[in-house]
């Protein structure tokens, strides 16, 4: 039985709260966070804290919170002597020091307050400083997870910055395509066909090799007319930097 | 029954070819091509053609072909008294004048070789220059689709561009995490579930209110880490800009 302390109450903190609480080998003996009346909810998982009271012992303490909180939570943190790992994707592992046992316990997916998601498929970035840290981190993310990597604090740097493009961004496009439809009247719902299937191709093949499209087979007659069709400054530089960005790739200057 | 000749023997036309084959108030009577390589394997559905073979009288023409082809496909075609429609996203109806019965008939999903698809979700977006034409376009759309819509030329060109930014352009952005994740030792393959959670998310919700990540939370620091880690110089830009415009958008500059 791995024992566990969550510190931070943010949306990745609950979703592990409530994924560890459907896990048999693992039990989360405390949430600490600083609002009551968000810790309120908690206390059908677990015990629920503020900072100001005492903090109980566990096998293991993650600090689930926002990046630039790390560090103060950390050295405000009465347990140097414990396995200590932050779920952040850009911080290092280092910024637990001087902590001996430190680590990192990166689950890499998109969380959101209003959406259950299956933790089982969901990859989960492991590092630590020592071997015996990164097994006790191992056994704590095949609790929950079938898809635990080790993985370097530079490489989780990229990876973040990975997920960044192929979330945010992404998302980012989707909204445009949103603005665009309404702007002409059409439903956005019209677009869901296309975007799921874009996204079903990656799944089984190479991006490189799903391309297709204007810039794709170097038609740069639709290219001028779409990106003429564009009012929206920002869209419009959207529009051209991916366009002469994929045309590089496949060999053909804009 | 609609008697239908499909001139082309593109993706588009290929599949179009197949999911008619499976309607029952449908005929394909012919289809023409240039390249009797491309033609043979098509004979299985359908008598196929060279375009300098005779053309069988039927009810709808549908001109799959590249954009810039359909003009020179449209002037040689000897029917100009039957219904003749395009499946092009950007050409407007009218390329097809002076016939009185035009139209367009564009399906809306991005078309591989490889890949079946299920024809019965894919809008197909009918336009026709008369009343009795468009309500034939609706038979023979609804034939294969439940997600039939009138789009007028103007709303298709807009449509089609919107494609491009939710299909080309997130593509090329799941090619960059690939290229980022492989140059640091990382499998793409760790990114599927969140590219897969990303586009499920805006399933059934607006991708205004989905939005998540260091720009969406005003973040700059973060924004600041991850552009300098890019040495690439479009994907600098390309992280730059979009991180801007997701600023923007939330009401914060950057």
């Known amino acids: 039985m791995i024992d566990v302390v969550i510190i931070g109450t943010g949306n990745v903190a609950q979703h592990l709260l409530t994924a560890f609480s459907g896990a048999t080998n693992v039990r989360v003996l405390q949430v ?9 909810p908690l206390k059908k998982y677990t015990q629920a804290n503020t900072f100001e009271e005492a903090l109980i012992e566990a096998d293991i303490y993650i600090i689930s919170v926002s990046d630039d ?24 592992m280092d910024v637990l020091l001087p902590s ?15 959406r259950d998601l299956d933790f089982t498929t969901i990859p989960i970035c492991i590092e630590a400083a020592d071997s015996s840290s990164l097994e006790l981190l191992r056994t704590l993310g095949t ?28 998302n980012h496009l989707y909204h445009i395509g949103d603005e665009l439809c309404s702007k002409n009247g059409v439903p956005f719902d019209i677009l869901r066909p296309l975007i799921s299937e874009t996204t079903n191709k990656v799944m089984h093949m190479a991006p490189y090799n799903a391309q297709t499209g204007p810039a794709r087979r170097n038609d740069l007659n639709t290219i001028k007319m779409q990106s003429a069709l564009l009012s929206n400054k920002d869209y419009k530089e959207i529009y051209e930097l991916m366009s002469r960005s994929i045309l590089e790739i496949y060999g053909k200057k804009l």
């Open 69 to 92: 909180a790390i560090s103060s939570v950390y050295e405000n943190l009465k347990v140097k002597d414990k396995l200590i790992v932050h779920t952040s994707g850009s911080a290092p």
């Open 143 to 170: 609790s929950i997870s079938n898809n635990v990597r080790v993985i370097s604090s530079e490489q989780r740097k990229s990876l973040h910055m990975s997920a960044v493009f192929v979330n945010n961004f992404v």
């Open 32 to 40: 600490v966070g600083r609002n009551k009346k968000v810790l309120n």
């Open 100 to 114: 001996p046992n430190r680590g990192s316990f990166y689950p890499l997916q998109s969380f959101s307050k209003e």
